[in-house]
C-alpha cells in the first residue's frame, strides 16, 4: 500500500501561488547536506562522528537561498536530508517559505545498494514525514544520496507514494554512478517495471534522452544531465564538475546538453505520434551546500582522488553560481514535470503520510 502526504499539506509550491516552468528553463536542484556526510570523506570521518562536529549547513544554504532570491527569486528543489531537518527545522521551513520545492534525500545518508529494503524503506518514510510535517508540502521527489538508485529502489518508492526520482545519473566512467538497467528488462526483473516512454536517445542509447521519463510502475525519472562528446557520455549536471571546469566550457556543454535533449525528445515525440512529454530539452542541475563553503574543515588523510573531489573549486563556487542563474533560466522539477503534463492532481499523494513503525533517526547502521 503507497503511504500518502499529510492531510493539511500544500499540493503546490509556494502556496499555489506559482508561473510553473516555461519552455526552455532547466531544473535546479540542492542536495542539502553538510560538509562531513559526503561519501568522499567517509574513509575518515564516520556516522559516530557526526555529532560532534560544527554544523555548517545553514550558512551555506543560506548562500544559496540568496544567490537565487538576487536573481528574480529563481525557484529550486532542496533534496534534504532528514538528519539535517531533524536538527535544523527551521532552514527546511524558511526553504518552503521562500517558494521552493522540499524533496527527500533520505535520512541517514546511506548509500541505497548497501541498505536492505527494509532499511531503504524506513529510511525515505521517516524522511519524507518529517519533511512534510516541517515544510507544510507533500513531498512527492527523492534524491538518492550519490545517486545510488537501485531497480529495487525505484519499486520502494513508488509503492511509498512518490511522484518522481532524480537519482539516475547515466555518465560514463565513474565509480558509483550509473548502476541501474533501465533497458526494460533489468527493471522489470528486479519488480520496477520497464520504462514506459523510453529514453529518446541518438542511436538508442541511454546518455542523452530527454529530461523526463516514466516507468511502467508510474514513478517518473528525472535523469541527471550529460552531454555528448564524441559519442561519451560526459558528467555535465553540476557539483564537481561545476567547481572544476572553467565556467564558459561548462556554459557551452550546458547549452549543448539541452540542446541534445530537445533533439532527442522530438525524435521520442514524432516516433510516439506526438504522445511524449513536452520537457523540452531541460537540463538537471545539482549542488550541495558545502561546495560554496571554501572556509570548510579540512580533514586529512584522504585518497587524493576523493581529496581533489571534495576541495577542488570550492572558492569559486558561488561567483560561478551568479553566473549560471543570470545565464540560464531554472524552475523546481515539481514546476518541470507539472509543465510537461507529468503530474496532475490524480498523480498527487492525498491523504495519511504513514508514519513508519521503523525509527530510524540517529541511528548509525552503517
Given amino acids: 500500500m503507497s503511504h500518502r502526504a499529510n492531510e493539511g499539506v500544500s499540493h503546490r509550491v509556494n502556496g499555489g501561488v506559482s508561473d510553473g516552468c516555461a519552455a526552455g528553463r532547466h531544473v535546479f536542484t540542492v542536495d542539502v547536506e553538510d560538509w562531513f556526510q559526503v561519501e568522499n570523506l567517509k574513509q575518515r570521518v564516520s556516522r559516530a562522528d557526526w555529532e560532534s562536529l560544527p554544523r555548517r549547513v545553514v550558512e551555506n544554504t543560506e548562500a544559496i537561498l540568496r544567490i537565487l532570491r538576487e536573481a528574480g527569486d529563481t525557484r529550486a528543489t532542496f533534496f534534504i536530508l532528514g538528519w539535517v531537518a531533524e536538527r535544523e527545522p527551521e532552514l527546511v521551513r524558511r526553504i518552503a517559505a521562500a517558494g521552493h520545492e522540499v524533496a527527500s534525500h533520505g535520512y541517514n545518508h546511506e548509500l541505497v545498494y548497501e541498505q536492505s529494503e527494509a532499511a531503504f524503506r524506513a529510511d525515505v518514510r521517516a524522511s519524507r514525514e518529517l519533511l512534510q510535517r516541517l515544510s507544510g508540502q507533500a513531498v512527492v521527489g527523492y534524491r538518492a544520496p550519490s545517486f545510488s538508485i537501485t531497480e529495487a529502489g525505484l519499486r520502494i518508492l513508488a509503492e511509498e507514494g512518490f511522484v518522481y526520482d532524480s537519482s539516475w545519473f547515466p555518465a560514463a566512467a565513474h565509480d558509483r554512478y550509473s548502476r541501474l538497467d533501465l533497458s526494460g528488462a533489468g527493471v522489470a526483473a528486479e519488480g520496477a517495471g520497464a520504462v514506459e516512454s523510453a529514453v529518446a536517445a541518438s542511436g538508442g542509447g541511454r546518455e542523452t534522452g530527454g529530461s523526463v521519463f516514466r516507468l511502467a510502475n508510474g514513478l517518473w525519472e528525472l535523469p541527471l544531465t550529460t552531454v555528448d562528446v564524441a559519442g561519451s557520455a560526459l558528467a555535465w549536471s553540476g557539483g ?42 531541460s537540463c538537471v542541475f545539482y549542488l550541495h551546500p558545502w561546495e560554496v563553503d571554501a572556509g570548510q574543515p579540512r580533514v586529512r588523510g584522504l585518497r587524493p582522488g576523493y581529496r581533489f573531489r571534495h576541495y577542488v573549486g570550492l572558492a569559486r563556487t558561488a561567483g560561478r553560481l551568479e553566473r549560471l542563474v543570470r545565464d540560464f533560466a531554472f524552475c523546481t522539477a515539481r514546476e518541470l514535470l507539472e509543465a510537461a503534463g507529468g503530474v496532475s492532481g490524480a498523480d498527487e499523494p492525498a491523504a495519511d503520510a504513514g508514519a513508519s513503525g521503523d525509527d530510524v533517526r540517529g541511528e548509525d547502521r552503517g
Fill in 240 to 281: 564537481g564538475y561545476f567547481r572544476l571546469i572553467p565556467y564558459p566550457l561548462y556554459r557551452w556543454g550546458f547549452a549543448r546538453a539541452a540542446r541534445q535533449r530537445g533533439a532527442a525528445r522530438q525524435r521520442e515525440t514524432a516516433r510516439q505520434g506526438g504522445a511524449a512529454l513536452r520537457d523540452a530539452g
